[in-house]
């Protein structure tokens, strides 16, 4: 296959992103940036006046416009909306905050670049379902449903009827979880995916196995329930080791180690820059020409009638056919002879784990033992029907098993081939591509450590879930460019690509060898922006610009004219004296912008500005973030 740097050099982002109200600047820049990753013109429209969402039209040579609108809340006459405002109304801060010791931002744009993902994803779909005289003229979304959907898994894991997991921050130690400080000062992770060269690891640095047993339980739990509980020994041990000696001692146990790096020591890597230019996602097409198969679908969602097989295990790989399944595809899942493990995870509901089902309940599932002669043919004989092959298996694997892109197009020349991993192709480093290794090596956890205040990134996953959302985009923007040039696509996406998008512009200004702090100091003279105690609960409060200022001055009994420093120094004392729920209502009646941080999950559903995000069957599922016109 050859590489095709811009596959949607055809198409045409129309509108005023340049001009966005500073709630939505964020979303914004991340759509430009990949618009232009995805080799998208961008067409200047008039500004918008509009302060509660965003609004822009994407335009192909095959398919009439599709107008697409990004808002803050699911309904626009809810009020104001931000990042950090959105961060505590859907939870998101209260996962973030089990392990980092309270319910707090994660002082990156995380909701905001996720619903950039999300909003071109659906004009792709709605693009491609136009192709086949479908009536898709508009699709939206919000940043409140790009946050719900993030945190999916755990919204599911503390509703179930038995034993939900009540996970409230603060309850788990912001200390004793990864990652590690050696005797020398220097901040790393830790990685292995087996038992195995944990124990080894513990019993030659002088850990009793009983401390190293209970370690390694702890260690697990980053994955399923954002927290990490490990025994003082397993830190204080390592913390008495030059990190010299760590290393050594990691490559003997067979054991990975990554020190949690700044984002200007990532853009000293050789790929970073590469990576930033090109953006999350390498495309690659086949030689043959021929045109798209004719889309057949007839359903009421955009992707009606594309099928897609998925190979995929963990968060990353099953979220993304989750999201294509959520745009009417057909999804397939195949599992390993007895199933994928993760289903018996608990809690348990309907006889199937609670995380498992928040990501597969829309898929059919088949099993098939892909190792084998007979279940490498029968993926074969799958994927002749198939438009898409996804899967997220070990680096090397697909060849070794011979699926890889060049033996499936044997069987289907137009198929979209879509591999999901860790570090994508250039990356310098040999450890397992988890989110949490990719947090230390991307820059991302030292960004979120410094606005939280621990040594490390967050244990919510969420280079997992961006990543799968990046995947999923990616894989639709194929689809879309097969409908335009015809053949076969081969799209790579990885965890550290989504990592170079979260911070793309941040690590933009590392490459530059600018300032990457004063990026985000910017405009932030006149801004109140942060998460506060009161009587009773917490509250986020968003005061950007000197009006907004103002207002929250007035609002607190101060001269409008005071400045942002003043007002911050009475807001510990004033709002000791009401409730986070009576001092939003006073807020926002006086305009001044402010959410009241969610931090038991349970609660999501009985929010009634979330009551057609959620839905409620034997645990609380979100819905589909998209809506379509």
Known sequence: ?????????????????????????????????????????????????????????????????????????????????SENLVQAACGLMSVHGRASGRAQPLGVNYVSTLAAVLALQGAFAAAIGRMRGAPFTRSRLSLAEAGLLG????????????????????????????????????????????????????????????????????????????????????????????????????????ISICPVRSLDERSLDEDAEPMWREGP?????????????????NGDLP????????????????????????????????????????????????????????????????EIDIKSAQGQAEIKELVRHADVFLHNWAPGKAAELDLDDIDLARANRSLIYAYAGGWGPSAQIDAPGTDFMVQAYSGVADRIAKSSGVYGGSLFTALDVLGG????????????????????VRVDTSLLGAATLLCADDLGSALRRGDAEQLLSQGADAAISGVYATREGRIAIDCVGAEKVARLAEALGLDAAADASEVEDCLPAALSSKSADDWMRFLTKHGAPAAVVVEDLCALHEDERFSRCLGRRSYTQVNSPWRFQ
Not at 225 to 231: E, N, R, T, V
Not at 475 to 488: H, N, S, V
């Open 151 to 254: 945190i999916g898994q755990y919204i599911a894991a503390a509703s179930t009827p038995e034993k939900p997991e009540k996970l409230l921050p603060g309850g788990s130690s912001a200390t004793e979880r990864p990652p590690f400080v050696s005797a020398d000062g220097v901040i790393f992770e830790l990685e292995t995916l087996d038992a195995g060269p944990w124990r080894t690891f513990w019993a030659e640095a002088g850990v009793d196995a009983d401390s190293a047993g209970k370690g390694w339980n702890g260690f697990l739990l980053r994955y399923a329930k954002a927290i990490s509980p490990l025994p003082a020994a397993l830190r204080g041990t390592l913390s008495a080791m030059p990190y010299t000696e760590i290393v050594v001692r990691c490559a003997r146990a067979g």
């Open 303 to 366: 992707l009606s009638g594309v099928n897609v097989i998925e190979s995929c295990r963990r968060i990353q790989g099953p979220l993304a056919g989750h999201l294509l399944a959520l745009l009417g595809a057909n999804v397939l899942r195949i599992e390993p002879p007895g199933g994928d493990p993760l289903r018996g995870m608990p809690p348990i509901v309907d006889g199937v784990s609670a995380r498992y089902d928040a990501l597969n309940r829309l898929k059919a599932v088949r």
């Open 1 to 81: 296959m050859t590489r095709m740097l811009r596959p949607l050099e055809d198409c045409v982002v129309v509108g005023s992103l340049n001009d966005a109200a500073p709630a939505f600047a964020a979303v914004a820049s991340s759509l430009l940036y990949q618009a232009e990753a995805l080799g998208m013109r961008y067409a200047p429209a008039e500004p918008a006046s509009s302060k509660t969402q965003i609004t822009f039209t994407i335009e192909t040579p095959m398919s009439g416009p599709v107008a697409c609108e990004v808002g803050g809340w699911p309904d626009p006459c809810e009020g104001a909306a």
């Open 281 to 297: 996602w390498t495309f690659r097409s086949g030689l043959d020409r021929s045109g798209a198969p004719p889309l057949t679908g």
């Open 469 to 488: 959302a990046v995947t999923a985009q990616g894989i639709t923007a194929a689809l879309l460019a097969r409908r335009l040039r015809g053949g076969g």
